[in-house]
């Protein structure tokens, strides 16, 4: 029977992004999508969608930092398929494919 080592396989440590001068750090760990897939589906956070996506990956310093940039619609969604692009580690590109036709 073979054995697959998977030591120094795995990244623990999480990306981070840069928001007005402050590095925050992305919360792409599995139990935290799933979680975020539950909140999303919840009829009373329709409307909230990008809200719960940036709180729940920069937490909420994160999306207060957002906030106060006040961004445009163009932006703020650039912000949103950056963040996803970091979790699922995919060119922006095919983040804008997945996340923006849903829009």
């Known amino acids: 029977m073979d054995i697959i080592k998977t030591t120094g396989r795995f990244t623990f440590e999480r990306p ?8 925050y750090p992305i919360d792409d760990r599995k139990s935290n999508i799933d979680k975020l897939q539950v909140e999303l589906n919840k009829p009373e956070n329709a409307g909230k969608e990008d809200q719960i996506v940036i709180t729940a990956l920069i937490g909420k310093d994160g999306f207060e930092a957002v906030q106060k940039l006040d961004l445009g619609v163009a932006d703020y969604s650039s912000l949103i398929v950056i963040l996803q692009s970091i979790v699922y580690r995919i060119s922006e590109e095919e983040a804008q494919k997945r996340f923006l036709s849903r829009l």
């Open 16 to 23: 981070k992004i840069e928001i007005a001068d402050h590095l």
